[in-house]
């Protein structure tokens, strides 16, 4: 029940597409959802975070999609460029503010030029 | 993030031994929390401290402690080190969820 499974765990796209990366949980507990890049060696950075109170948020060039009857929440890419290749996590939290995060496995993500 | 610092940055230690690792968030945030992100798999919880408590815990064994100090930076410890603790270990802080760069710990 604790668990977020994220798929697909590698992708591959073009300059300028934009690639999707899913995510499905259980909990219906959680109440934040967010999403972070981590390039090797680094830590994972937060690019948007969403609360099941809204379908979706953009920021940027990046947008979250949440659908709260099938506990799916997705990150679209606009625009994809090689600089967003990296590894892509989604999370979730429950209850307190700054409680643990759930994550899932993980999108290694590659934009060719 | 500038708005969480980690220390050391790398660290290469032998089974057996014991190891610190230490993280300042920027002031003002009273909650940190620790992680450890093995090569390949999203970061897994290993606890938080608030106001130098422990507030919870994951699932870790006892070799695994923490602390908080009063200026809220934090340390964790990790005693008889085994092979499988080689990863990335990250923190935290409040409520905002920003990361520190991690540190990377290979045990040999």
């Known amino acids: 029940q604790q668990q977020v499974k994220q798929s697909p765990q590698s992708l591959i796209v073009q300059k300028g597409g934009i690639p999707i990366i899913n995510c499905a949980y259980e909990?219906?507990?959680?109440?934040?959802f967010p999403w972070y890049q981590q390039f090797p060696g680094k830590g994972p950075a937060l690019l948007i975070a969403?609360?099941?109170?809204?379908s979706e948020k953009k920021e940027g060039r990046f947008t979250i999609s949440f659908n709260k009857s099938a506990k799916q929440f997705s990150l679209h890419i606009m625009d994809s460029q090689p600089g967003d290749s990296a590894t892509y996590f989604c999370?979730?939290?429950?209850?307190?503010?700054?409680?643990?995060?759930?994550f899932g496995q993980g999108t290694e993500l590659s934009v060719k030029p | 993030d500038a708005g969480v610092t980690q220390s050391p940055t790398h660290l290469i230690k032998t089974r057996g031994q014991q190891v610190t690792l230490r993280c300042s968030p920027k002031?003002?945030?009273?909650?940190v929390s620790w992680y450890q992100q093995a090569l390949g798999q999203g970061p897994q919880f290993i606890f938080q401290?608030?106001?130098?408590?422990?507030?919870q815990r994951g699932n870790f064994p006892d070799r695994f402690s923490g602390h908080q100090f009063p200026n809220y930076s934090s340390e964790l410890n990790v005693n008889a080190l085994l092979l499988g603790d080689s990863a990335l270990y990250l923190c935290?802080?409040?409520?905002?969820?920003?990361f520190g760069s991690g540190t990377r710990l290979t045990v040999v």
């Open positions: 969403i609360r099941p109170d809204v």
């Open positions: 999370a979730a939290s429950e209850g307190n503010q700054g409680g643990k995060l759930i």
């Open positions: 909990n219906t507990a959680f109440d934040y």
């Open positions: 401290y608030y106001e130098e408590e422990e507030r």
């Open positions: 935290a802080r409040g409520e905002d969820y920003t």
């Open positions: 002031s003002g945030h009273d909650t």
